[in-house]
């Protein structure tokens, strides 16, 4: 469900809003305001995603309100005046409606902020099933530590112990998500979420030191800094 809000000076603008919105199943508005003021409070309080902001308004423009905001939602821009359109998405709007704006319009907004809120979202891993001799093992994506090739087989090894399973790393690398797992060297890859230590020639899982293949520093390298990012 997307939670939204609407800020709009004129009455009948956010009665429009509000037709159109009903419309939209997965668009839930939590409340219509005039002012931008009075909704800080449901903006402080509560987890809105979406605000729809109309940008001329008095006392307080649109664009000045969204700058305020420490923490803002995604906005999407509501205004009878074009000349706006740049300065809205210099400010990194989803959209910018041009009133009158029409149902297939504002539905086609909303989709865009609905697809920008599930690729925002935390995905979950699911759930593998890894061949190992005559039987499909479930693994859960978070158990591996790490992976190394073993001739013609790849060793999984586990929170829980060792799997052995008749692929390549290619075939591995494919089948594990890159975002929770990276390659180090032509023979190894690694849940991230157990690198304790990176060094110049290694990465440490706890106490195993695995070694770093040349070729493979610099993508290393950018894993190091996303991780110092978000510190």
């Given at each position: 469900m997307l939670k939204a809000i609407a800020i709009d000076d004129e009455p009948i603008a956010l009665d429009v809003i509000k037709t159109l919105a009903e419309q939209v199943p997965y668009l839930q508005m939590e409340g219509y305001f005039g002012n931008p003021l009075k909704a800080l409070a449901i903006l402080q309080k509560e987890d809105i995603d979406l605000l729809f902001l109309d940008i001329k308004m008095?006392?307080?423009?649109?664009?000045?309100?969204?700058?305020?905001?420490?923490?803002?939602?995604?906005?999407?821009?509501?205004?009878?005046y074009s000349e706006h359109a740049v300065q809205s998405?210099?400010?990194?709007?989803?959209?910018?409606?041009?009133?009158?704006?029409?149902?297939?319009?504002?539905?086609?907004?909303?989709?865009?902020?609905?697809?920008?809120?599930?690729?925002?979202?935390?995905?979950?891993?699911q759930p593998l099933f890894i061949k190992s001799g005559y039987?499909?093992?479930?693994?859960?994506?978070?158990?591996?530590?790490y992976a190394e090739s073993a001739g013609n087989y790849v060793k999984f090894?586990?929170?829980?112990?060792?799997?052995?399973?008749?692929?390549?790393?290619?075939?591995?690398?494919?089948?594990?998500?890159?975002?929770?797992?990276?390659?180090?060297?032509?023979?190894f890859l690694?849940?991230?979420r157990h690198v304790t230590r990176v060094d110049k020639h290694s990465v440490?899982?706890?106490?195993?030191?695995?070694p770093i293949g040349a070729a493979y520093t610099q993508v290393l390298q950018a894993f190091v800094d996303g991780k110092k990012n978000e510190i």
């Open positions: 008095p006392g307080l423009s649109g664009t000045e309100f969204l700058k305020s905001l420490s923490n803002a939602p995604m906005v999407i821009f509501t205004t009878a998405f210099e400010l990194n709007a989803i959209d910018y409606l041009l009133k009158p704006f029409s149902m297939a319009r504002f539905l086609q907004a909303c989709n865009k902020a609905q697809a920008q809120l599930e690729w925002r979202r935390p995905k979950v891993p039987a499909q093992v479930r693994v859960e994506p978070g158990e591996i530590i090894v586990l929170e829980s112990g060792i799997l052995m399973s008749r692929l390549t790393m290619a075939q591995v690398t494919d089948l594990l998500s890159s975002d929770a797992f990276i390659q180090i060297h032509r023979s690694v849940g991230t440490w899982l706890g106490n195993v030191e695995l």
